[in-house]
């Protein structure tokens, strides 16, 4: 098995690449359609900001590949709000495969981006991974028809959604220590 | 809701772990990979790598070492020393790192900060602030990897703390240099005095000894985690030791 890591424009790649290294799974860092096309599954990351990754995708033409992609996909942090229809940030048009808005977290108290282990818990298929997971992000879906994982810092948000061979999550499994893992090898066994 | 961070500092000295005393007399304390994986797997929040040798000779910090630590743990780690510019910051990400932290190179170009945030987003951007009491007032100190350069900036700590907020910072890490290295508790007065103009995650450092300071710092709602060298690399405190009493004592701990 290999799966497809899209190079999204973003920084830090090789998180996501090491971490399925760890699991003994084979990965390739690629912007090539081409050479993902080879692959079993594929990885949004999730470094940057909205409007950048859409941007980069567009010109390598990867919009629609992701768009009609059989694919198991999974879109992690910013990887998983291009999935929805539109993000806050940057005004951003994004892929539409899941209905919603990406919100922006306003508070006049509580610091933004959060940034830390928030607890989620998972509906369904993710019950059992319900646990503390690592975030760092200043926007949040309230999609609740796609949700499996909710989540709370300064409103409820949504942590896991799926939709048909699309898997996001707001949180970083790379970054998120056994329970990360353990996300990574649910996603794998989907495949 | 967010749970309070824990997070061992390694100071990095010419590929090694050391410790110093109020920023002086370093000792090796151990491999950067077997500490790193050692605490990540007790349970440690995130970790952060000063690389003080990096700092103090104008050096860039290596690339391998941060490779190597991004290949074997699965926890968030932030990379601190000699970080001047995008590129420099850039090559540390793509190393894989998840932060980096400025210090004195924030203090001699603010404008850096908010290169930094456009860059790569607030959240990579750690502001690290060592504040050292004079009288009745809190002042910034720069160059503090060595006695020898270590000097006042005369800037007042809470006005720089709002200066960085405003660049684009992610979150601050508070050295209070009083209590580094003395194990007499973290800085509770100073941390409490800058609460008021916080508005990004803040990170105590500097005078843990005991289970219970970590307590009596994370009580403050504006404190996010707390950051320690010495009583970890002295296994002084045990991770998982001091996690359980924490969570006995009613902090939100993962």
Known sequence: ?191 | MLTKRIIPCLDVKDGQVVKGVKFKNHKVVGSILDLAKKYSDEGADELVFYDISASTNNTMVSKKWIEEIAKNINIPFCVAGGIISIESARLILNSGADKISINTPAIENPILINELAKAFGSQCVTVGIDSMQHNDQYIVYSKTGSVKTSFNTKILTKDWIMKVQELGAGEIVLNCMNQDGVKRGFDIKQLNYMSDVINVPLIASGGAGKEKDFYNVLTNPKISGALAASVFHNNEIQMTDLKNFLKQNNIRIR
């Open chain 1, 1 to 191: 098995m290999k799966i497809g890591i899209v190079d999204c424009g973003g920084a830090n790649l090789n998180s996501i690449y090491y971490s399925l290294n760890r699991l003994g799974i084979d990965a390739v860092i690629s912007s090539s359609k081409k050479e993902l096309e080879k692959t079993d599954g594929l990885i949004l990351p999730g470094v940057g900001s909205a409007g950048v990754v859409m941007n980069y995708l567009n010109s390598k033409k990867l919009d629609n590949f992701i768009f009609n992609t059989n694919k198991m996909t999974l879109g992690i942090c910013i990887g998983m709000h291009i999935l929805f229809d539109h993000s806050e940030e940057n005004n951003t048009q994004c892929l539409g495969i899941i209905s919603g808005q990406i919100k922006k977290f306003i508070s006049p108290d509580l610091s933004i981006p959060q940034m830390g282990w928030n607890h989620i818990e998972g509906l369904n298929d993710y019950k059992d991974l319900s646990n503390y997971y690592y975030f760092a992000n200043s926007f949040y879906s309230d999609n609740t028809s796609r949700a499996f994982g909710y989540s709370k810092y300064i409103n409820k948000f949504t942590s896991i959604v799926q939709k048909d061979n699309y898997i996001g999550c707001q949180f970083h499994p790379e970054k998120s220590s056994l329970a990360g893992e353990n996300f990574l090898k649910y996603f794998i066994s989907q495949i």
